[in-house]
């Protein structure tokens, strides 16, 4: 499923570099999210977006910083990485006119800080 | 609070035989249960969800209220099931309805 793109799919940066992971969807929905996964932790929650001028934060916000830059997309930034950051992260999208909350996940964002 | 557990990081089964995948919930509303599967390399993908009461690829899923468990069954497992699988609530929290997810249980099925 296409719908829901992630870029870049693989990204090694340095400690203290910023990095920024974009998604896009062309399924429209209006509901975007990130989520971070790690081996025996599942996924975490790390900032959502209901509309485009809503933004709140997940389980798991600090360090990272997020933006709406349009019902279709939604970008999750490290401002300062650090190598505790790396991670597959996953960009996700709902929408809430359809009944029960189905989440479709993008492929992926493999980021490695080094 | 809102929490969903999957007590085995690994369930390692041969084919034919049959599986159980387990997910116990903690939600004070009535929640909505899904199981979320990724097979290598590819992303999670929506396996059913409770409210449809289907059966997807061999696998379902009953929600038993009484017990707070959601446990994904499948009679006769495949090689080509071998995969993460979560367990997801979706429930309101702090005014808004989100999906929260356990930690995943990795099935691996042997020839």
């Known amino acids: 499923d296409a719908d829901v793109t992630q870029t870049p799919r693989n990204r090694i940066t340095k400690t203290g570099k910023r990095i920024m992971l974009e998604c896009s969807q062309t399924k429209g929905h209006d509901r975007m999210y990130w989520y971070r996964q790690d081996p025996g932790l599942g996924l975490r929650l790390i900032y959502y977006s209901f509309d485009v001028k809503d933004i709140n934060k997940g389980e798991i916000s600090d360090g990272y910083s997020v933006s709406r830059q349009a019902q279709a997309k939604f970008s999750l930034s490290l401002e300062s990485a650090i190598p505790n950051q790396t991670a597959l992260y996953f960009c996700a999208t709902s929408d809430s006119a359809t009944a029960g909350n189905t989440i479709y996940f993008g492929e992926g964002s493999w980021l490695t800080v080094v | 609070a809102q929490r969903v557990t999957q007590p085995e990081k690994l369930l390692s089964v041969f084919k034919g035989a049959p599986v159980e995948l387990k997910c116990n919930y903690s939600?004070?509303?009535?929640?909505?249960l899904f199981w979320y599967v990724q097979y290598s390399r590819q992303r999670l993908q929506l396996l059913l969800r409770?409210?449809s009461r289907e059966s997807i690829k061999g696998f379902t899923a009953d929600l038993n209220k009484g017990e707070t468990s959601f446990h994904l069954k499948k009679p006769f497992a495949q090689e080509e099931d071998s995969a993460m699988y979560y367990c997801?609530?979706?429930?309101?929290?702090?005014?808004?309805?989100?999906?929260?997810f356990g930690a995943g249980t990795r099935l691996a099925v042997h020839p």
């Open positions: 409770h409210i």
């Open positions: 997801a609530l979706s429930g309101v929290s702090g005014g808004y309805n989100k999906l929260i």
């Open positions: 939600y004070s509303g009535s929640p909505e």
